[in-house]
């Protein structure tokens, strides 16, 4: 009989992206990468602008200003903007749920089971709540 | 809700053999529908009516050996736990478990889930004497034993590893499973044996690499909380870090009965012999 290794079935990256039927807290930890990657693609993007365009001289820093009051890229700072508050508020919650706080204590389990994050979902919708309205705050601060 | 009662359920199941080589392909199977039917019924029916090469792993048919645990419509489930009605939809589409790899069909290789499990020392570790040789029962109240009874109550399926997005790309991550049974050893009043695991979680691809997605307590199908459990342990690691963290002594054994109580008199017969 022919030996063969079995065959590897590790989803890799795509098992993060892919939150198909998993319930609420799934998808936050799936924004909480995105945002968390995007914060960092503006940062290394504002660092260079900041620096480099700027020992450039004046004129180069005021095309590059120029450019960036394009009414899309203001869109795009605003998001920039909500990121932040999500990653922000949402890390607070990850470090008070991961060391065990707002989680409660193990049950024993009786049917229908409910594990400790479903339980005490009210906190995370809270937080998505404050969240909601920090962003709002932010995108009036851009608009007017 | 309309009744859930169609004739006919199309099964999507992904073959593959590594004797052929290839890759795995989705092959279709119309299965005669009964109410009560779980998919597990389904696959045996495939079995033993169309296609008799068809592999899966199943034993005890009750949601207690662990091993259906597959894919079904894209959640993991245990194939033996779950009624085709609950999906209300006349096709379902059944896969190995994903972060696992597939020995044949729907069979996944749990060699790397076992052998996490046996890193963390799934047993009581006492000092000094006592396991060795055993006279006596540990104590233990029952709001001690309700600190870890759910997570005795794991069967090995290897759902939650399916679920978690960290299991899928961290091939050295220990996992929920395993790092649930080291809260659960660990939790125990009768254990002394924390120094000697909690070590072994403390490491990247133990309790730190865990961001909290929740998706291993959703899906265990025995209502274990995995998720909590590895909270728990960053916890107590980041209390014993700040020198906060409490010890307990661990329980001691159960004195022997020194004096048996007064035998209970035997009662009489009710049914007197006829002289
Ligand atoms: S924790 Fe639940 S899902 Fe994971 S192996 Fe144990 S019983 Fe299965
Ligand atoms: S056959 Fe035993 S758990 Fe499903």
Request: proline share 0%.
């Given at each position: 009989m022919k030996q063969t290794a079995p065959r590897s079935n590790y989803l890799g990256v795509g098992g993060w992206i892919w939150?198909?039927?998993?319930?609420l807290e799934r998808y936050l930890y799936l924004l909480h990468r995105i945002t968390g990657l995007g914060m960092l693609l503006f940062l290394t993007f504002h660092l260079t602008a900041t620096t480099v365009f700027r020992i450039q001289g004046q004129e180069v820093w005021e095309t590059t200003m120029a450019l960036l009051s394009n009414p899309w890229l203001k869109a795009g700072e605003y998001l920039v903007a909500a990121a932040f508050v999500y990653h922000g508020m949402n890390g607070l919650r990850l470090i008070l749920q991961e060391f065990g706080f707002l989680l409660g204590k193990p049950t024993p389990p009786i049917y229908p089971y409910k594990d400790a994050l479903r339980k005490k979902r009210l906190w995370v919708v809270v937080m998505m709540v404050v969240i909601f309205i920090l962003a709002l705050v932010f995108l009036f601060d851009f608009i007017v | 809700m309309a009744e859930f009662n169609p004739e006919k359920i199309t099964f999507k199941v992904q073959r593959y053999n590594p004797e052929n080589g290839g890759a795995p392909h989705l092959e279709k199977f119309t299965v005669p529908f009964n109410k009560g039917m779980t998919v597990l019924d389904g696959l045996l029916y495939i079995k033993e009516n169309i296609d008799s090469t068809l592999s899966f792993r199943a034993s005890c048919r009750m949601g207690i050996c662990g091993s259906c645990g597959m894919l079904v419509n894209n959640y993991p489930h245990l194939a033996c736990h779950t009624?085709?009605?609950?999906?209300?939809?006349?096709k379902l589409t059944v896969r190995p478990l994903p972060n696992l790899s597939i020995i044949k069909d729907l069979v996944v290789d749990l060699t790397p889930m076992f052998s996490s499990h046996k890193q963390i020392k799934p047993y009581l570790i006492r000092g000094e004497a006592g396991m060795e040789d055993p006279n006596a029962e540990f104590a233990q109240s029952p709001q001690e034993l309700n600190t870890f009874l759910q997570f005795a109550y794991c069967i090995k399926c290897g759902i939650c590893l399916a679920a978690c997005p960290t299991s899928a790309s961290d091939r050295l991550f220990l996992g929920p499973q395993a790092m649930a049974q080291c809260y659960r050893y660990c939790a125990?009043?009768?254990?002394?044996g924390q120094k000697e695991r909690l070590p072994l979680v403390d490491t990247d691809h133990g309790v730190w690499r865990c961001h909290l997605a929740g998706a291993c307590s959703e899906a265990c199908p025995k209502g274990l909380d995995p998720a909590l459990a590895i909270q728990l342990l960053k916890r107590q690691l980041a209390a014993e870090a700040l020198g906060l963290g409490k010890r307990r002594p661990p329980s001691p054994v159960v004195p022997p009965i020194k004096e048996s109580k007064p035998k209970v008199p035997y009662p009489d017969f009710t049914v007197k012999k006829e002289k």
């Open positions: 939150a198909g039927n998993y319930k | 009624q085709i009605e609950e999906f209300h939809s006349d125990d009043s009768r254990d002394q």
